[in-house]
């Protein structure tokens, strides 16, 4: 199969998500992009204005609207816009992912403090979880998948049972990494999508197999609303993105100074911001998106930069090259909490090597034959400062490193 690449950002046509190229050779998703410095926003963020209107609760005696959120990402930012902009009464709803960080932990409970937001926390029986998380991993290669769905559909859920109608997201996906969507399409939240990319193409019944000892107890609180308890409350998602301008570094930069959310470096990335609620996500799980995609997460942060601007193309591939093979840090914490040895662990990683991007030249040892980002002089480019990320702590504050099954926060 031949490859085809963006002659502006770093994506390739092999993206899971799938992306398109004009007769310039230019993607789906910088040309999407392109829009954000053309749409009028003012005018869409009085059309969100009008939207959230009518889910504002007259008599105060429920809330407005559903807020998915984490100890990272984007949560401060959109409560930011819900609670202070929007004027919206919301109530958070969380996902427990059980790879928490002490930093998550505390970014959580700084955000409930500093927007006084009531909250509900999703914890599934953990044994359940690492039954789920072990046949994910054998079956398709991915240790993340509970976590996306739980976080996908516990806001489904609640909307349903509290009678709350309007569940506010960030940004999509799609639409912001491959230009699956405009911003004028005004996407909203579907179970299609979720399934398709999400969860790749598996929800939670499909788990259940004569092959593994999974069992209904199990995966039951991962099943989506049925149709009828969505229409009977009038459940949508609405994506911030498309009515604000979305641009995660100056956004996450406006929390550290507004809101003192704490960020952490990484160590397969540049980016200081994502994510750090969890010791995986950039780190054992972004190994398996390299095997399996030709690429990770550091390709996706220079790809955002270059598109706002920020990063040439020349010095995108030079962080890519500098980070995409860095080491991880944390995969002896996720064998100990999945209780296999860390060779097993080795073993079940290798069989998700995409032959595509890996050849196997002995026994054991793999050579990376990916050469998309391989370029004259890429090594010699000056990168010290150029990501310019603010980091003010570390994953583990200064504890020791382990996952917070249930965390309390902090003063």
């Known amino acids: 199969m031949k490859i085809k690449q963006c002659k502006r950002c770093l994506y390739t046509s092999s993206h899971p998500l799938g992306l398109t190229f004009d007769k310039n050779g230019i993607c789906s998703g910088c040309r999407i992009h392109e829009e954000k410095n053309t749409l009028n926003w003012n005018e869409r963020w009085d059309k969100l204005i009008k939207i959230v209107k009518k889910y504002k609760s007259q008599s105060n005696s429920n809330y407005d609207c559903i807020v998915p959120v984490t100890g990272a990402n984007d949560s401060y930012y959109i409560l930011h816009l819900v609670k202070n902009k929007l004027k919206l009464n919301p109530l958070l709803v969380t996902y427990n992912k059980y790879f928490n960080t002490p930093l998550g932990i505390r970014n959580l409970a700084n955000l409930r403090i500093k927007f006084d937001c009531d909250i509900l926390i999703q914890n599934v029986n953990p044994k359940s979880v690492k039954k789920i998380t072990r046949e994910t991993f054998r079956r398709f290669g991915n240790i993340y998948w509970h976590c996306l769905a739980g976080q996908s559909v516990f806001p489904v859920q609640v909307a349903v049972s509290h009678k709350i109608p309007l569940i506010i997201w960030g940004a999509h996906q799609g639409l912001e990494q491959v230009g699956m969507f405009s911003h004028t399409h005004e996407v909203e939240m579907t179970r299609r999508y979720r399934k398709d990319h999400d969860l790749m193409g598996f929800e939670a019944d499909d788990l259940i197999s004569i092959f593994n000892n999974l069992s209904e107890e199990d995966i039951w609180?991962?099943?989506?609303?049925?149709?009828?308890?969505l229409n009977e409350v009038g459940v949508r998602g609405i994506y911030l993105g498309n009515y604000v301008r979305w641009d995660?570094?100056?956004?996450?930069?406006?929390?550290?100074?507004?809101?003192?959310f704490k960020t952490s470096s990484f160590n397969r990335t540049f980016d200081c911001y994502d994510f750090v609620d969890c010791y995986n996500y950039m780190d054992i799980h972004d190994l398996l998106k390299l095997y399996k995609h030709g690429y990770s997460k550091v390709a996706d942060h220079a790809t955002r930069e270059i598109r706002f601007g920020r990063l040439t193309r020349e010095k995108g591939i030079a962080l890519v090259n500098n980070y995409q093979f860095k080491k991880t840090n944390f995969e002896n914490l996720f064998a100990n909490w999945l209780g296999i040895p860390e060779e097993a662990l080795e073993?079940?990683?290798n069989q998700f090597?995409?032959?595509?991007?890996?050849?196997?030249?002995?026994?054991?040892?793999?050579?990376?034959?990916?050469?998309?980002?391989k370029k004259k002089n890429s090594g010699k480019i000056k990168l010290e400062g150029e990501e310019n990320f603010i980091c003010t702590d570390s994953l583990s504050l200064d504890k020791d490193q382990k996952y917070i099954t249930i965390g309390k926060g902090y003063p």
């Open 347 to 349: 073993f079940m990683k």
């Open 248 to 260: 995660p570094k100056a956004q996450h930069e406006e929390m550290i100074k507004k809101f003192n």
């Open 353 to 373: 090597r995409n032959k595509l991007y890996w050849n196997e030249y002995e026994l054991g040892a793999w050579k990376f034959k990916n050469t998309q980002y």
């Open 221 to 229: 609180q991962y099943r989506y609303p049925n149709d009828f308890e």
